[in-house]
């Protein structure tokens, strides 16, 4: 056999072998194809009903799919695939679309035809994402993520406002402040501190905080949080928070699809936690606390810092979270970790009742 008949041979094994392990497209069943088996009956019967309607009086065609995993492909990639062998939309108009869902990989797509690129715009896609479909997620409720999801892209094509979340027509009342002031305080905080470092005897303890805060630091565990720390957690989570986590939610967000919780442990105890959510290269942050008698050592920092090469190891895209207005002691931990304020959402919170200032930062 000759040289080149060798290398083709080679190459053809490998495509077959590759052909064999890529992932199939499921097959078009119906609008809702729920082959991860997370939307319920009556959930599913409402959004066949809706989509049937939509296409009837428009032409607009969308479909639902969700998976159990991935299966090692890319999102985007099997997206693509899905929708080329669907061939949602009608030939010419190419005015299709496709919620996609991967459970195991906790990823969430919006594949958009051409047709309706603008009206569902990359900015609405990812307001859909981000403000409706995530927090139901986020609190286990996936059949009624999807079902707000696919109602929101409906009123939007179809240009119904009564099926719009406000969170996708108004998603922020202010985007205009920055953390500059916050930037030029911090400096010249510490250059109050140092001066003062060399003006006497008095502030000689500083360079021991400073020493013991590094050794502190060498010391630090960060791992994914287990069913024997969340304990722990959930500790520090009741003491943190007026209206904190329940156990059970402590406990179901270890085998939540699209949860991930990190501990950050000293001498083998939690001193504190950081929880996030992750859908379609997006990280939400869900909440972060530390212990009373690990406080002021620099452990929140650190934790946010762990997110941040985390997410950019997985790589993701951007980063949200959400903070109290009234709590600016964390507004400025979280700028000084590179977030600015985009937005706010009215009454956001309760107990008590409060607006949230949205923060994010890329990778």
Not at 202 to 217: D, G, M
Request: aromatic share 12%; hydrophobic share 35%.
């Amino acid at each position: 056999m000759s040289a080149k008949l060798k290398k083709l041979f080679i190459f053809l094994f490998l495509a077959n072998i590759f052909c064999l392990h890529a992932k199939s497209v499921p097959t078009l069943q119906s609008r809702v194809n729920d082959y991860a088996n997370v939307i319920s009956q009556s959930d599913k019967s409402q959004l066949e009903s809706l989509l049937y309607s939509l296409e009837n009086s428009t032409g607009i065609q969308i479909a639902v799919l969700t998976i159990d995993s991935l299966e090692g492909e890319d999102l985007e990639d099997y997206s693509m695939k899905v929708a080329e062998s669907w061939k949602i939309g009608k030939k010419g108009e190419d005015n299709g679309a496709i919620l996609l869902v991967a459970m195991e990989e906790r990823k969430v797509r919006l594949e958009i035809g051409y047709g309706l690129e603008d009206k569902l715009t990359d900015t609405k896609c990812g307001l859909i994402i981000r403000n409706v479909i995530i927090p139901e997620f986020r609190n286990g409720n996936y059949s009624e993520g999807i079902f707000e999801g696919v109602k929101n892209m409906i009123g939007i094509v179809s240009e119904d406002e009564t099926l719009i979340s406000n969170d996708v027509t108004n998603p922020n009342n202010s985007s205009d402040y920055k953390g500059v002031i916050f930037g030029l305080l911090f400096v010249f905080g510490w250059f109050v501190l140092f001066s003062s470092l060399a003006s006497g005897p008095k502030n000689h303890w500083l360079p021991w905080i400073i020493f013991t805060s590094e050794y502190r630091k060498q010391h630090r565990n960060y791992t994914p949080s287990s069913r024997n720390s969340s304990s722990s957690s959930f500790s520090i989570e009741k003491d943190s928070f007026s209206l904190p986590w329940s156990k059970g939610a402590f406990a179901n967000s270890l085998d939540d699809e699209f949860q991930t919780f990190f501990v950050a442990e000293e001498e083998g105890k939690v001193a504190g936690y950081v929880g996030i959510m992750t859908v379609c290269k997006e990280v939400n942050i869900t909440n972060i606390a530390v212990g009373e008698e690990y406080r002021r050592c620099g452990i929140a920092y650190s934790l946010m810092e762990y997110v941040i090469q985390y997410a950019r190891d997985n790589k993701d895209e951007i980063i949200f979270l959400e903070v109290r207005k009234s709590n600016e002691k964390a507004q400025k931990l979280y700028e000084k970790t590179g977030f600015e304020v985009i937005g706010e959402r009215k009454n956001f919170y309760t107990k008590p009742d409060e607006d949230a200032i949205l923060m994010s930062r890329g990778i």
